[in-house]
């Protein structure tokens, strides 16, 4: 186990770790790929890589709902709130795979306080950067609805934390996950202060159509079985000139890992080296414009072996560890 430390506590370390014990409580049943098992995984692979003890670990308090209702419509707020069952072993169905137990509520806040938390240490420059390990994922939470795994919208509810609370200027969000984030897309569509880049494989769920790029939206269509070498192409021609443009004050990353070639939810072909190779491009990127300033939360990823060996490989580059 790493050392652990307050919210409040200086560092002198440039990444933390955060979680907390309620992510792992949210179960969807044992046919769900959305596992509590998924981060035991990363913690696994964290303590295999020899990196563990060298990151500080910490955990944020939950999200108020306020912070949520920046991002989400009180409709959708309260239909998780609502609906939590009493109790255990029984859930309630949002949609076809997104379903709540009796801790979902508490995972969910816990998920969004947890990147919360993460952002306000790194813009209060007590840490250079942070991975939260937490679920229940939330790039695919809309507005106005929780869809595909995720309820609550992680990354969009702390980038607007950091735009409307912390009076950041202007964001970035990168989202490598193998699924279009379709809820991310829609948080902003219409806030030119936070550029969105991302690839996805299409056609694949959500389904969302191609959209042109603009000076705020680079989100690139990929086919089926794209490995490395496509995906190292289009962030060199397409992000990262988007990226300088647009001169984020702080990055924030929906880190997916079902890209990955052993994740059969997905089609792609990634490897660990990749994520890696592009934690490296965003972390260039964060030291040009941002002060360092980058917070990557965990998204999809459902080979468990793949998952953390694929975590451990960006944490340990977002450490300058590798």
């Given at each position: 186990?790493?050392?652990?430390?307050?919210?409040?506590?200086?560092?002198?370390?440039?990444?933390?770790?955060?979680?907390?014990?309620?992510?792992?409580?949210?179960?969807?049943?044992?046919?769900?790929?959305?596992?509590?098992?998924?981060?035991?995984?990363?913690?696994?692979?964290?303590?295999?890589?020899?990196?563990?003890?060298?990151?500080?670990?910490?955990?944020?308090?939950?999200?108020?709902?306020?912070?949520?209702?920046?991002?989400h419509s009180k409709g959708a707020i309260a239909v998780v709130r609502d609906n939590?069952?009493?109790?255990?072993?029984?859930?309630?169905?949002?949609?076809?795979?997104?379903?709540?137990?009796?801790?979902?509520?508490?995972?969910?806040?816990?998920?969004?306080?947890?990147?919360?938390?993460?952002?306000?240490?790194?813009?209060?420059?007590?840490?250079?950067?942070?991975?939260?390990?937490?679920?229940?994922?939330?790039?695919?939470?809309?507005?106005?609805?929780?869809?595909?795994?995720?309820?609550?919208?992680?990354?969009?509810?702390?980038?607007?934390?950091?735009?409307?609370?912390?009076?950041?200027?202007?964001?970035?969000?990168?989202?490598?996950?193998?699924?279009?984030?379709?809820?991310?897309?829609?948080?902003?569509?219409?806030?030119?202060?936070?550029?969105?880049?991302?690839?996805?494989?299409?056609?694949?769920?959500?389904?969302?159509?191609?959209?042109?790029?603009?000076?705020?939206?680079?989100?690139?269509?990929?086919?089926?079985?794209?490995?490395?070498?496509?995906?190292?192409?289009?962030?060199?021609?397409?992000?990262?000139?988007?990226?300088?443009?647009?001169?984020?004050?702080?990055?924030?990353?929906?880190?997916?890992?079902?890209?990955?070639?052993?994740?059969?939810?997905?089609?792609?072909?990634?490897?660990?080296?990749?994520?890696?190779?592009?934690?490296?491009?965003?972390?260039?990127?964060?030291?040009?414009?941002?002060?360092?300033?980058?917070?990557?939360?965990?998204?999809?990823?459902?080979?468990?072996?793949?998952?953390?060996?694929?975590?451990?490989?960006?944490?340990?580059?977002?450490?300058?560890?590798?």
């Amino acid at each position: 186990m790493g050392r652990q430390h307050s919210a409040t506590e200086a560092s002198d370390m440039t990444t933390a770790i955060y979680t907390h014990p309620d992510c792992g409580r949210h179960d969807m049943g044992d046919w769900h790929p959305e596992s509590p098992a998924r981060l035991q995984a990363i913690a696994d692979q964290l303590i295999l890589a020899q990196i563990n003890d060298l990151l500080e670990h910490r955990q944020g308090p939950p999200a108020p709902v306020a912070a949520l209702e920046r991002v989400h419509s009180k409709g959708a707020i309260a239909v998780v709130r609502d609906n939590v069952p009493k109790a255990e072993g029984e859930y309630y169905p949002l949609d076809g795979d997104t379903l709540l137990n009796a801790h979902s509520w508490n995972a969910a806040l816990a998920a969004a306080g947890a990147a919360l938390a993460a952002t306000d240490a790194v813009i209060d420059g007590e840490i250079e950067n942070a991975f939260c390990a937490i679920r229940p994922p939330g790039h695919h939470a809309r507005p106005t609805e929780s869809m595909g795994f995720c309820l609550f919208n992680n990354v969009a509810v702390a980038a607007r934390h950091a735009l409307d609370a912390r009076g950041l200027e202007r964001v970035a969000i990168i989202d490598f996950d193998v699924h279009h984030g379709n809820g991310t897309a829609d948080a902003f569509a219409r806030d030119p202060r936070v550029l969105m880049v991302s690839f996805f494989q299409h056609p694949f769920y959500p389904y969302t159509e191609p959209e042109p790029y603009t000076d705020h939206r680079v989100n690139v269509p990929v086919p089926a079985r794209s490995a490395g070498d496509v995906v190292r192409q289009l962030v060199l021609e397409h992000w990262l000139p988007a990226l300088h443009r647009q001169r984020p004050q702080m990055l924030f990353i929906s880190a997916g890992f079902d890209a990955h070639r052993e994740d059969d939810v997905g089609g792609m072909g990634l490897v660990e080296a990749d994520y890696a190779w592009i934690t490296r491009q965003m972390m260039a990127v964060a030291r040009q414009y941002a002060g360092g300033r980058i917070v990557s939360c965990l998204e999809g990823g459902y080979k468990l072996s793949a998952l953390g060996r694929s975590a451990a490989a960006h944490v340990k580059a977002l450490a300058e560890l590798d």
